[in-house]
Each structure stands twice: as C-alpha cells, then as structure tokens.
C-alpha cells in the first residue's frame, strides 16, 4: 500500500471477510480492495467467501462482496462468479443491480468473451426506472459495444429506447433528487450519447434515428453552467462522428463557437480541438467564427495559442490566404519563442500551397526570415533559393531587397545565406540600379564587396554562411570589372582556413584564378533554373558510399557548373566522409589514383574541371560509360551472352549469405545483382549494404528491394549494381553490411576478390 509492504495484513483481510458479523465483513473487504491485487497468492482465498456472500440475504453483505469482486477480482474469480452476476442482474432490489451492472462491467473488461452472457440482462435494464440502475446498464452496453461487433450490431435496435431515455431526461421538469446545478442527471445523459455515438458511427439507419434527440439537446441545454457545457460537448462530438444532417453539423459548430467566447480557457481549449477535427468537413461552417479564432492567438495561455495557431493555419485558404497570413505574422513578432519554429513551418507551408502571386510568395518568406531566420527548418534556403531562381521577372526585385535586408541585419543566417547567394547570381542587376517594383539604390562595387567581407569576418556568421559568402565573392568575379584584384585577395586570404570546407573552397577558387582564368567566366556563370526535384537524389536510385567520382561526373552531366562554382555548402562532401569512403575501400590502388599526376592542362574545359578536384584521370575513354551510353540501359553486344558469366557465392558468415549474379550487356558495363538471403531462425532487421569500388570504375547502386530479410531462406532482398570499367581492370570491391537481430545491431567489412574474369576482361 502507497508502495510499502502489506503482506502482514493480507491474511488478517481475509479472516476478517470470513467472519459473520457485518461490521468485520465490511472492515475486511475493504482492507482487501486495498492491499490486495489479482498478482496476490491470498486474493484466491476470496473466491468462496465472496461466492457465499453474494447468496446472503442482506442486500448490505451482497453489496460489500460485488463491489470487493469489481476492484480485485482476477480472471479466474470472474469467470467462477460471472453466473452468480448474472442472476444478480435479474433480482428485483434496485441497489443490487446497480452494483451487479457495474461489477459485469470488470467482469467484461477482465474476460471479453463473457460479455455474451450478459448481453440479454443488460438489455432488460434499459427498462429500469432508476437511474442508477439505468447508469449501469449504459455501462455495461457501451463496455459490450465496443468489444464486440456482433453486439454492436444486436444494440443498434434499442436506439429508439435510448433515445425516449434522453428525452425524458431534457424535457423533464425540475428533480430534486437528480438536479445538477438546474440539469436533470447530467451524468447519465453523458454516458448515454456518448452511447448514443458508438451506435450510430457508420450506420445510417441508427444515426437518423437519433438526430432529432440530439437538436433537442442542443437547444435545450443551459450553456451557462459546467454540467449543460459537458452535455453539449459530448452531443458536438456525437453529431461529428455519426452520419448527421447537414443543419445538424452547423449547429454544432455554433456550439463550439459559443465556447469560444467562454472566459474558461479549459472550454475554449476544447471547443477549438474539436473544431480542427471538423474543419476538413465543414470548412464553412467553422470560417465564420474566424475572428474569434485570431483573437484566441492573444490569449495568455500556451496551450490556447497554441490550439488556436493550428486551427488559423487550418482555415487559410486561396481567398484569405493575405488577411489570415497579415495576422499571423503578427502573431509571429510576440508569440513565445517555443512556438516560432511551428508558426514558421505553417507560414511556409501554407504560402506555397495558396500564394496570389511569386512575389507576395517571396515577400512573406523574406519576412519570416527577417524576424525569426534562427528558428525556420534547414530546408527553407534551398527551397527559397529554389523559389527565386524560378522567378526570373522578380531577380532584380529580390536582390535589391535582400542587399537592403543584408546591410541592415546580419544576424539571422538563413537571410544571410539567401542575401550572399543572391548578389552572387544576380550582382549584375544589383550594381547597374535599374528596377521598377522597388524604388532603386545606387550601389557601388566596392559597397557589395565590403557586405560580403562583413559576413566573411563576423563572429555572428556560421561556417556555412562564410561559404554562401566566399562562393559569392568569386562569383562577383565576373560581374564586375574594376575590383578583381581585391577579390583574388580576399580568396587567398581563406586558402589557410581552419574550417576545412571553406579551406578548400579558397583553394580551388585559387586555382581557378591561376591556372584556369580563362574558363572562369563560363565556369562562374549564373546558375540555371533549378527544381524542386532537383534538391534531393533521383527518386528510386541511390549512389554507392565509395563512388565520389561518378558523383561528381553525374552532376558534371546534369548541370552547366562544376560543384566548385555551386553556391550551396550542401553538395559538397565533407572531408569526414571522404575519410571515410577511403577507409571502406582501404586499398592502396585507389588511394594512388588520387594521388596520380594529372594529365597536362588542354583547352578542353571538362578536363580543366576535374583537374580542379585533385588530378584525376581525364581520358575521355574512362567516362565513356556516363557520356557514351547510360549505365541504366547500356547498349548490348551480340556477342556477349547473358549467361557466360557464372554466380558466385562471395559472403556466407552469421547465417547472412550474399550471391553476385552477373550480366554484361556492353564489353565496358557490367550489372551485378546482389541477393541477399538469411539462414537464421529470427529476420534480419534494418538491412543495408555499401559498397567501393577503385577509383577507375565507376559504380551506382541502386535502392535495394527491402530492409528485411526473412528468416529460414523464405525470402530474400536483392540489390542492383552498376558498374563501368573503361580499362578492363581487374575487379575487386569492398562491402559494409550493417543489420539488426532481435534488437542487436551487427556491423561487418569483407573484401571481395573472386570476381570471375569473365566479369571484366
């Protein structure tokens, strides 16, 4: 008891119901319902007792032991004593089938399939004339209901009882023996729609049985006390989950909004919860309480605005997309720092989904950025910066305003990452002054050079700002024509960083100025239209862990610009990961061919390119697979069959087996199936493999056909691999798997050097 001991007393509790005098009966059963529980050894020592008491011809005994049987009883009480319930249902003492109504209740809960044999009395006790006998029975038929579909289905024929129940209870006059605050019985009305509403959900017939009842209640019932609010909550819920009529529904939400202008912050909460549920179906309906719902994103309280940000955000639609989005701006300037981020992502959202126009589009995002850039999402710059490079009438527009916003706030990053990203594609527009949405500034070379070295050397800037910056600062390169030499300066400046991404950023901006100045124009040229589906991988495809040549050449094939004159920090692949992949290869040929001397510099700007990224190889033959053809649907030979290459079993350890299918379409294109099977009595969970390959073949995977590989080889997940491999080189290949058995998570590396020749000479 209250997490003490009480096995001391548990023996004294049952002597005590054993005994015949009804004072110690009644002190025992109680000590009982407290310090015992159906886990105890001494709670089965109760069953006779209580068995025996409940044949007592005093009512007070009878009562003590039901109500003893309802705290604690186990399973295996309720099933011995549920006869003796049943008949209890059926005596004529008012009092006894109150406390036997709500002891079957346990009864069912404890023991579902029981519920039949109480389903003919409960149906009796809807007759009952007391209102705690018919308390019980409600009960009872909604525990029933909702256990069974069956007796759902017998239930839904006593609606119309129900419904007369109700009825008399609205249209009664004044009883004082169940007047609540000027409301007959408000507790059994309650349980009866709540009743009401478990009968008439997805069934026509039964709903419009009741609709009537439920009009009554709603315009019946005092709206000025607490009881008369919870009747009419609950009748607001039923009618929103029964099929009602479409009056019906409307009235509803007038009840609701009646809530709205509660002073209780508990009913406002409630009426603008249950308004979101019924937003999506009557939109109309709840739009003309609108004012109210802004005017609750005042109220003190968190949880309140809260309720009221989500519902505002709900009733935004194409025609008060401005209105709506006016206030909660508003809102976004005082609300509490826990719900920015919320409120920002619902600004986003919405505007893409109902904007009049780019612009308006445009305006409302920079205005979010402007108060509350450090608690928007990390997607909103590349969606943003997306979103502006689509707009091509607004470029003049926008770059004119982020310079403005630029010059007066360099704190919240995000802006700041939008600004340099801007003034670097479009500076051109910037510096010639000539713009007609906005009132035009005149600005100077050296004015925009002087913003972009201020966001450079700012504590308040991030790592991935300062790289927004530097990108801009050498795109301005090229759109200027009196300053190139402060900006080669201000680039060697960062070629000895300690971040190592914007190190290596000044680097190859270094020696694009030196070796390769006369492609810099077209290497540094405005990015083209970008979208959407551009910002993540292909759908359906994934790159293989150590294939960061043919990740560079794919974005070499699909864009105009190197990943050097990209102004986003996110393509680029950090240093760590590059480690990484090196250490899954872990062979000393590949880590030469990094290190391999580069070929002469030609005039060729592709082959200048890749010499930027650290002396690759640059014989047009080595990408013949990506420019000749496509990996995905490689050219086929005639003379090559499709079963010359045979399967070889190369990973067999834990129960986990891999087979490598092979097929060459092309002398230089191999594809590899990799199939995958389990052994083991238990599924692998969480399945994935990563592969490298040498730097001079080329390699894409593709997504595999599951991350669950089934137990006892009933099943399998397969995974295809592409390979290109120009020189014929010996194959090899190195494999990560990582996967999860019963919860424990398994990692292991295997080198893979049977590859048989027919799969690369």
């Known amino acids: ?74 399973a295996e009480m309720c099933r011995d004593l549920a006869p003796e319930i049943e008949r209890l249902l059926r005596c004529s003492n008012s009092y006894i089938k109150k406390k036997a109504a709500l002891c079957a209740v346990h009864i069912v809960r404890k023991v579902p399939e029981l519920g039949e044999m109480f389903t003919p009395s409960a149906q009796r006790l809807l007759g009952e004339k007391n209102h705690g006998v ?45 007047n609540v605050a000027g409301i007959s019985d408000p507790f059994l009305q309650v349980r009866i729609l709540r009743l009401l509403r478990i009968l008439g959900r997805n069934d026509e017939i039964a709903s419009e049985a009741m609709n009537d009842i439920l009009a009554q209640v709603a315009t019946n019932t005092d709206s000025t006390k607490t009881a008369g609010n919870a009747i009419l909550y609950e009748t607001v819920v039923t009618v929103m989950d029964i099929h009602s009529e479409s009056g019906l529904r409307v009235l509803a939400v007038n009840i609701l909004g009646r809530f709205l202008l509660n002073n209780d912050r508990n009913i406002r909460y409630i009426a603008m919860t249950s308004l979101q549920r019924m937003v999506q179906t009557d939109h109309n309906a ?49 609300c509490p720092p826990e719900l920015r981020s919320h409120t920002a992502s619902g600004i986003f959202n919405t ?126 390169s090229t759109r200027i024509t009196d300053n190139i030499d402060r900006i ?13 991404e914007i190190q290596q950023r000044a680097v190859e901006y270094n020696a694009l100025f030196r070796k390769y100045d006369h492609m810099r124009a077209a290497v540094l040229e405005r990015m083209p239209v970008m979208d959407k589906t551009s910002l993540g991988q292909p759908n359906g495809e994934t ?43 872990g062979d000393s040929d590949v880590l030469r061919g990094v290190q391999s001397d580069p070929d002469p510099p030609s005039s060729n700007a592709g082959t200048g390119l890749l010499d930027l990224l650290g002396g690759l190889e640059t014989r047009p033959d ?27 079993t190369v990973y067999d350890k834990d129960g986990l087996s891999l087979r490598f299918d092979f097929v060459r379409p092309s002398d230089t294109a191999l594809t590899l199936t990799i199939t995958a099977t389990n052994a083991n009595p238990h599924p692998l969970q969480n399945y994935s493999l990563q592969a490298a390959v040498p730097k001079s073949v080329q390699l894409q995977m593709r997504a595999p056909s599951g991350d669950v590989i089934p137990a006892e080889g009933k099943g399998h997940v397969t995974q295809t691999v592409l390979l290109n491999n120009p020189n014929k080189v010996c194959l090899r290949m190195r494999v990560r798997l990582s996967y999860s058995v019963q919860g424990s998570v398994r990692q292991d590396t295997a080198q893979i050097d049977s590859f048989p020749p027919e799969a690369w000479q």
């Not at 000749?628 to 050219?635: A, V």
Request: hydrophobic share 40%; with cysteine; proline share 6%.
């Open 543 to 585: 790159l293989g862990v150590g294939d960061t040549n043919q990740s560079s050449k794919q974005e070499k094939d699909t864009t105009p610009a190197p990943p050097v004159a990209t102004q986003c920090p996110s393509p680029l692949t950090p240093l760590s990961q590059q480690c990484n992949i090196l250490d899954l290869l």
């Open 351 to 476: 505007a893409e989904r109902y904007s009049p126009s780019r612009r308006w589009h445009i305006d409302t995002i920079l205005r979010v950025l402007t108060t509350s850039g450090a608690d928007v999402r990390d997607e909103t710059v590349p969606n943003l910066i997306q979103l502006i490079s689509s707009s091509s009438d607004l470029h003049c527009y926008t770059v004119h305003r982020l310079y403005r916003a630029l010059h007066s706030d360099i704190s919240q990053q995000p802006l700041s990452q939008v600004a340099c990203w801007c003034i670097g594609e479009y500076g051109d527009l910037l510096l010639s002054g000539d713009c007609e949405e906005i009132e035009p500034i005149q600005v100077t070379e050296d004015e925009v050079l002087d913003a972009m070295e201020t966001v450079l050397q700012s504590h308040m800037s991030s790592p991935a700002t300062r790289a927004f910056a530097l990108t801009a600062i050498m795109k301005l």
């Open 622 to 648: 080595q990408y013949s697979g990506f420019h000749g053809h496509s990996l995905s649907s490689p050219p086929r030979s005639p003379s090559l069959s499709l079963s010359a290459v045979p399967s070889v």
């Open 134 to 178: 018919l308390h019980g029975s409600v009960v009872l038929i909604t525990e029933l209901c909702e256990r069974s579909p069956e007796t759902l289905a017998h239930f839904r024929k006593v609606v119309p009882e129900l419904v007369q129940v109700l009825k008399g209870l609205v249209l009664s006059g004044y009883s004082p023996e169940h």
């Open 488 to 500: 080669r300066r201000l680039v060697s400046i960062y070629g000895s960083c300690s971040d190592v």
């Open 1 to 74: 008891m209250l997490g003490y001991p009480a096995h001391f007393g548990q023996m004294e509790c049952v002597k005590l119901v054993a005994s015949v005098r009804f004072s110690e009966k009644r002190v025992g059963y109680l000590g009982a319902m407290l310090l015992l529980d159906e886990t105890q050894d001494a709670s089965l020592l109760l069953t006779n007792c209580i068995k025996n008491d409940l044949s007592h011809p005093s009512q007070l005994v009878q009562a003590v032991a039901l109500s003893a049987l309802g705290c604690v009883g186990s």
């Open 286 to 334: 709840v739009q003309r309480h609108r004012g109210t719902i802004v005017d609750c994103l005042k109220d003190p309280d968190a949880s309140v605005k809260r309720r009221a940000l989500d519902l505002s955000l709900a009733l935004v639609n194409s025609v008060n997309v401005r209105s709506m989005m006016k206030e909660l701006l508003l809102f976004m300037d005082t």
